[in-house]
Each structure stands twice: as C-alpha cells, then as structure tokens.
C-alpha cells in the first residue's frame, strides 16, 4: 500500500464523529491521527501530529471554540507544510463561508447538500490523497517533512504493538480510549484524562473510564499469564488483580519514553 494520508478529525457531532472515524479505521489509503471537537486541542493536535489533511465542523458547540478559530491558528503556525483543509458544516451562511475560505479553508462541504454522509467526507479526501501527498513532498528541504511518519510511529504504531502484545482487543470500546490516553500521558501529566478523551469523542468521563478498565481487565482475564508477565513488567496491587487505568497508561508511556 502507498503511503496513507495523516488526517485529524475536527467534529463536534458525537455520530458523525463515529461513522468518520469508522470509515477511516476500514481504510488503508488513509490514516487517523486523532479526534477532537475543541478548537485549542485541535491547534496542539496540528502542530504535534502535522497531518496532511483536516476534516474540520465550523460549529463545535459541545467541545468549545469553532471551525474559524482553528483555521486562524493554523495562518499563524510555523508548519513545514499547509494541510488540507476540508470543512464539512450545518452553517449556510455564505458570509460565514466566505471568511472560512479568506482563513484557507480548501473546500466546503455543506451537511445540507443532496447525498451527504460523514463518509463522504472521507471519501472526498481519498480522491485527493495522491495531490496532496505531492504537494506535500515538494516541501522545501530540510522542513522535517518525515516528522507526521516520526510521530505517528511513536504516537500510534508502538503503543498498538504494546496492547497487542497483552491481548487488548481491538474490538473493544476503550481500545482507541487507551492509546489516546497514552498519546496524552506522553506529553506529560493530565488531571482528568478521562474527561479530556470524552470530550473528543462526546462521551461522558464515567463511560470513558468503564470502557478503558474493561478493555484492561479482559486483556487480564484472557491473555495467558505468561505473556502478561513478559511484556507488562510493572507491580500489581495483589488485591485488585489488574492494573488501574493510571497505572496503566503511565506504565505504558514510561516504557516508551525509556525506549526513546
């Protein structure tokens, strides 16, 4: 398979956010970065990841900020390259497109329009996945264009490799939850990581937390003992039997520091 398009998902609509991600994760000419709905966490996403391409919703109600926002941030980033921006949007109003378009917004896909699916918003960028990516190689040198493939390796790739040494399932409801809490322990301490991954994905923290330690205790209930004293080495309290999900994710996020 040719290189896969680096796409971060800006949506505020808690079902098209999840058909999106489907979509992508189905997919091999495109790769998922991450998922936001709050326009801050979007701009640190941008410079982390350097995605190829944006699918952003003007109207982030639920998670904070807007689509316009987030493309004022972007005018104003030092980045090796512009990505892609595809604005997908419920908002009609023609002046609110014309200032999405003066902020650099590529395309405009209206919500309201004959046919439309979240799907059909990935599927508009795997058509252009190949324009793209050449714009993106004719980078100039030395602008650390390989960064989004670094990234992605240390931010996803490994983390994946780690669960699927334990046996976490890739079926389950906190899987994604677990490597994006991951990603955010790797950048340092988060007060509530539980509320942050809900906001991505409109959940509430309680939902998010249950999903996580589930997906971990299962891991523990059926990955032979042998393997799970093989790959995860760190003590486990005697009475609960399984990691909690801090332990867990920090676990996880030293041993990749150390392997840096």
């Not at 944006?54 to 639920?62: K, R």
């Not at 005018?75 to 090796?80: E, F, I, N, S, T």
């Not at 996945?129 to 390989?146: F, T, V």
Request: glycine share 6%; proline share 5%; hydrophobic share 40%.
């Amino acid at each position: 398979m040719d290189q896969a398009l680096l796409v971060l998902l800006v949506e505020d609509d808690p079902v098209a956010c999840r058909e999106m991600v489907e979509c992508m994760e189905s997919r091999e000419d495109i790769s998922l970065v991450s998922v936001t709905n709050n326009a801050r966490r979007a701009a640190e996403l941008i410079q982390d990841f350097h995605p190829d391409a944006l699918i952003l919703d003007l109207e982030l109600h639920q998670g904070g900020g807007n689509g316009l926002q987030v493309l004022e941030d972007l005018r104003r980033m030092d980045l090796p390259w512009k990505p892609y921006v595809l604005v997908t949007t419920n908002n009609s109003s023609a002046m609110t497109h014309e200032a999405a378009r003066n902020l650099g917004a590529d395309f405009i896909m209206s919500k309201h329009q004959a046919g439309y699916a979240p799907q059909e918003a990935v599927h508009f960028l795997a058509l252009l996945r190949d324009g793209i990516l050449r714009h993106r190689r004719q980078a100039p040198a030395g602008s650390g264009r390989e960064a989004p493939e670094v990234l992605r390796k240390k931010l996803a790739s490994r983390i994946i490799a780690e669960l699927n040494q334990i046996g976490v399932s890739t079926k389950a409801v906190g899987y994604q939850y677990l490597i994006d809490a991951i990603q955010l322990a790797l950048k340092g301490p988060t007060p509530n990581v539980c509320a942050a991954i809900g906001q991505s994905y409109g959940k509430s923290p309680a939902s998010v937390e249950r999903a996580m330690q589930n997906a971990i205790a299962r891991a523990w209930r059926t990955t032979p003992i042998e393997d799970l004293l093989r790959y995860y080495t760190a003590r486990i309290s005697s009475e609960k039997g399984v990691p909690t999900i801090t332990e867990f994710i920090y676990y996880y996020a030293a041993k990749l520091k150390s392997a840096d």
